[in-house]
């Protein structure tokens, strides 16, 4: 009779075991930003500047965005995403403002180039009658926007971005 109260007992812890398991290998992912990036790839029509410091020194890659809409709702972080043409007049500035800021808000904000031309749901959303225009995001929503018409944008955009990580 111990005998078979054993069996039954190992039996029992067997299949809980197993279940365990199992469950927990079906348990969904949580997607992060990370999952809708791409390889390094500096002409990518959709790139996030990503700052990395490894033992070889300081980096800023431009890493290829393959699901922008994703990208922008898996985050908490603020988003500043730059919409531009190519050969764009202002890049001269533009660019070199927006690496510096990928390199300030390291942990902070992401920092996204996209052409004017790409298609995305959110993309398809915000409105753009000159290029750069800026739009600082957040959960993919709109949290400002800055057209390079206006005065200042880019002071604009830097006063609203540390306002935004100040609060987080």
């Not at 890659?61 to 972080?77: C, H, I, M, P, Q």
Request: net charge negative; glycine share 2%; aromatic share 12%.
């Amino acid at each position: 009779m111990k005998r078979r109260c054993w069996s039954s007992f190992g039996l029992v812890i067997a299949v809980l075991l197993l279940t365990t398991t199992f469950l927990a290998a079906c348990k969904k992912k949580e997607n992060t930003p990370e999952d809708y990036l791409g390889r390094v790839n500096y002409d990518a029509p959709t790139a996030l500047l990503q700052y990395r410091v490894d033992e070889e020194g300081e980096w800023l890659d431009y890493r290829e965005v393959k699901d922008l809409d994703k990208l922008l709702n898996s985050t908490g972080l603020p988003v500043v995403l730059c919409i531009r043409q190519h050969r764009d007049y202002a890049a001269p500035i533009v660019i070199p403002q927006m690496e510096e800021w990928a390199v300030q808000y390291h942990d902070k904000a992401y920092f996204i180039f996209t052409y004017v031309n790409e298609s995305s749901y959110i993309l398809d959303q915000l409105e753009v009658h000159v290029t750069p225009t800026f739009y600082l995001l957040q959960n993919g929503s709109k949290i400002m926007y800055a057209s390079w018409e206006e005065e200042n944008a880019l002071v604009l955009l830097q006063d609203a971005l540390d306002k935004r990580v100040k609060e987080e």
